[in-house]
């Protein structure tokens, strides 16, 4: 039989995703580590890895976000991975964007441990999120899956809360699309403005993400359209104004609720132009004609995404007028 292993590290972009893996990996060895953040390391936290535990079970020492580990700390792992206790067990998270494996992570397989990059798809969230329901003993549709994920977005964090959410909302029940946009409702407000920020910063990849998540949702293509043209009727009142008002001017007199919404507005405004914006604005009449007319939303929203983020090219020819 091999030996357990002594040690594992696990690594990339997701802090949330990393503490689970390192969990899960834990519980699957029968140990209960002690956990210590790298940020606030002290010095000797491996010294109880080679104390004989009391009570006879396998020590294990989780050390969570080494990519903020002083120097000290990673020269004291370091020497415990050249000889580590072969009855405890040493875990390490490490938040990194890089592709190949961090030199920590070296060290790790190096010891014998396990070295593993933490990453998940888009296209996996919603398997992943039904696998996230069967941990918190949720009954939880595909459809309602993928629901989820488009009301609440692609951060595993916010999305593994929320599967909870509706556990505790509907508890033994079977959770599908509908439940999930009465739980959510009002999301897609929020959801609109994030893709509305995207657009006008020219984030044309996220923005469409977003526009397909909200699509996906079931959000009806006209709220969107409503939503892009309030955007673009607060932006052309931003940048009718005084270029030397001051934010919290230009927020009262926009009629926005926060300074910083008066920042925001002024910046996307400046790079997109008040001819642009005009424009853009026409532009969105015609699609709201056009949707009206039955055009489809999946077609003439993503068009009308790129021109916002800059893509002249990707503008539809539109009729002027749309017999209903």
């Not at 002594?6 to 997701?14: L, P, S």
């Not at 919404?261 to 914006?277: H, M, P």
Request: hydrophobic content about 45%.
């Amino acid at each position: 039989m091999a030996n357990p292993p002594t040690g594992a590290i696990f690594w990339g972009e997701d802090e949330y995703l990393l503490r689970l893996a390192a969990l899960a990996f834990l519980e699957g060895q029968e140990a209960r580590a002690t956990e210590v953040d790298a940020r606030a390391w002290q010095g000797g936290e491996t010294s109880d890895l080679s104390t004989p535990s009391l009570w006879g079970e396998r020590r294990a020492l989780l050390v969570s976000g080494c990519q903020g580990l002083p120097e000290a700390g990673v020269r004291e792992l370091r020497a415990y991975l050249q000889t580590p206790s072969p009855d405890a067990l040493c875990v390490l998270t490490l938040v990194s964007k890089a592709r190949s494996a961090p030199p920590l992570a070296k060290a790790v397989q190096q010891a014998g441990g396990l070295s593993k990059q933490v990453a998940l798809k888009r296209q996996d969230l919603p398997a992943w999120v039904l696998e996230r329901a069967r941990v918190h003993r949720v009954t939880l549709t595909p459809a309602g899956a993928t629901a989820l994920v488009g009301a609440v977005g692609e951060t595993a964090s916010v999305l593994d809360q929320s599967v909870a959410q509706l556990g505790s909302a509907y508890p033994g029940r079977e959770i599908g699309p509908d439940e999930v946009r009465t739980q959510f409702q009002g999301l897609g407000e929020s959801r609109v403005w994030d893709l509305c920020d995207q657009a006008f910063s020219q984030q044309l990849g996220p923005a469409l993400r977003t526009l397909r998540a909200l699509l996906a949702a079931g959000e009806d293509p006209l709220l969107i359209l409503g939503g892009i043209a309030s955007r673009l009727r607060d932006l052309i009142r931003v940048a009718s104004l005084p270029p030397r008002m001051s934010s919290s001017e230009v927020a009262a007199a926009a009629n926005l609720r926060f300074d910083w919404q008066a920042r925001r507005y002024r910046d996307q405004a400046r790079r997109t132009g008040l001819e642009e914006l005009i424009r853009l604005h026409a532009l969105v009449v015609d699609s709201d004609r056009a949707l009206k007319g039955g055009w489809s939303g999946e077609v003439l929203l993503p068009s009308l995404v790129a021109v916002m983020a800059g893509d002249e090219t990707a503008a539809l020819d539109l009729p002027v007028r749309v017999s209903r």
